[in-house]
């Protein structure tokens, strides 16, 4: 633990700063901070075997190099079902850009309903990838209808040719299942043609300190705003963001420059953007030479539930209200060429529009209030941006006591006063299927 001077009366652990302990609030490189309640299920080799998933429940399990696993789901005949599946090679695991993974979904009779590849990318930098499983019970053509067992499948999608897989070990996994009820009653069945698909000016002014979450659980509130942290190589950074029915989302990422400038790395800074169930959207990877650098989100649509038919990730994945999730990730290379950082990272978000009525679902979601942006949100989302702050403030001050107060000792922590609560790639190497499109 760190030893630092007293300066007042004693606190209690510095898990009690805001946004948690530094080490899973700030992310170290390559590490992914897995749901706190996320429950242990064993992925079995075969169906028979495979452990029930349900709902509203995550999950942790791993995957090794090679072979498949199983989980099984119980759905009714009238939900839609979401799985997603983040995998999450060990720090520092040598990766190729086609290194990735593979899930499924499949009914009892192993009809495919949906299948989802994703690789680690040009960056070539191991870091947490998400796929998605998916079963729309009201797709027109599907042949996954109707109440029963689904299953959901994982495998390794490996093309490390230079390395065994008996020494690639395993990567961990963290699934996160959820159900989406039908509507009360059928409304549209194509995408909206017409939508507004010009990127407005990002938000500018003075930039407000937010400290980045490790994972999907632990992400960062974000509202409407410009935002600064601070990022390094193998990075990554997870940040939720409040969009209501008919609102529009724009974000870019922006990495500072470096003090050299005398090498290159391809698809350094990634920025993703990840729906409410946790489904990819979009992408955005751009180089570094050195020179400040920029990834932008495309154009997306005001949520509405009509967008899931379109056949584009970026339209279809705008289907829900609820949080959704900016990741950021600057590839471990980098340190190689322009040294460990960390490097200045802002993040530009505007929220367009005021918010609509949401569809009439004819039942509750699994988790409950998912597709919402409740008040709640709202408030938490405001006053983690209003805790900004002092949270920063006492950031310097804790640096400030450690530089003057470090060494040996009995710990002793301090009441800190007012604590309060150029190369650019549009899309990564990803596949998808699904029957019935």
């Known amino acids: 633990m760190v030893r630092v001077a007293a300066v007042g009366v004693v606190l209690g652990m510095a898990a009690a700063v805001p946004g948690g302990s530094p080490a899973v609030a700030a992310g170290a490189p390559g590490s992914y901070a897995f749901d706190e309640d996320a429950r242990s299920v064993r992925g079995a080799t075969s169906t028979g075997e495979a452990e029930r998933l349900a709902p509203g429940t995550t999950y942790r399990s791993s995957l090794p ?65 998400t796929a998605m499983g998916e079963r729309e019970a009201t797709r027109s053509g599907s042949i996954c209808k109707g109440a029963g067992t689904f299953y959901v499948v994982v495998e390794r999608v490996q093309r490390t040719a230079e390395v065994s897989p008996s020494l690639l070990g395993e990567w961990d996994l963290e699934l996160d299942p959820v159900s989406e009820p039908g509507l009360t009653q059928a409304g549209a069945t194509s995408a909206p043609e017409v939508w507004d698909s010009a990127s407005p000016a990002p938000p500018s002014g ?32 997870f ?92 590839a471990a290379q980098t340190a190689d060429d322009f040294g460990d950082g960390p490097f200045d990272l802002t993040l530009r978000v505007r929220v367009a529009h005021g918010a ?55 710990v002793v922590l301090v009441v800190l006063g007012v604590w309060t609560g150029l190369g650019r790639r549009r899309e990564p190497v990803r596949t998808r299927g699904a029957a019935g499109r």
Request: glycine share 12%; charged share 20%; proline share 6%.
């Open 239 to 330: 940040y939720e963001v409040p969009v209501d029915w008919g609102q529009q989302l724009y974000a870019t990422a922006e990495l500072g420059s470096a003090s050299s400038d005398t090498g290159f790395v391809p698809s350094a800074l990634t920025l993703s953007l990840y729906n409410p169930v946790r489904a990819p959207v979009d992408y955005d990877g751009v180089g570094y030479d050195g020179s400040q650098r920029s990834a932008t989100l495309r154009p997306l649509p005001p949520v509405a539930y009509a967008n899931r038919f379109d056949v584009s990730d970026h339209v279809s994945g705008m289907r829900f209200a609820g949080s959704y999730y900016l990741v950021v990730h600057l």
């Open 65 to 129: 190099a090679t072979g498949e696993r199983y989980y099984r789901l119980e759905l009714d005949a009238t939900s839609n079902a979401y799985v997603s599946v983040t995998a999450v090679p060990p720090p520092g695991a040598t990766v190729s850009a086609g290194d990735g993974v593979k899930v499924s979904l499949q009914d009892a009779d192993s009809h495919t309903c949906s299948v989802d590849t994703v690789s680690i990318g040009a960056g070539r930098s191991a870091h947490p990838i």
């Open 206 to 237: 003075e930039a407000k300190r937010r400290e980045g979450g490790a994972g999907f659980g632990a992400a960062t509130s974000l509202g409407e705003g410009v935002w600064q942290d601070d990022v390094r190589p193998g990075q990554t950074l």
């Open 356 to 410: 609509e009525a949401a569809p009439a679902y004819a039942g509750q979601s699994e988790p409950r209030d998912i597709f919402q942006v409740t008040a709640q949100g709202q408030r938490e989302t405001a006053a983690s941006e209003g805790g900004a702050a002092s949270a920063s403030r006492g950031n310097a001050l804790m640096k400030v006591i450690a530089a003057g107060g470090l060494g040996g000792g009995t």
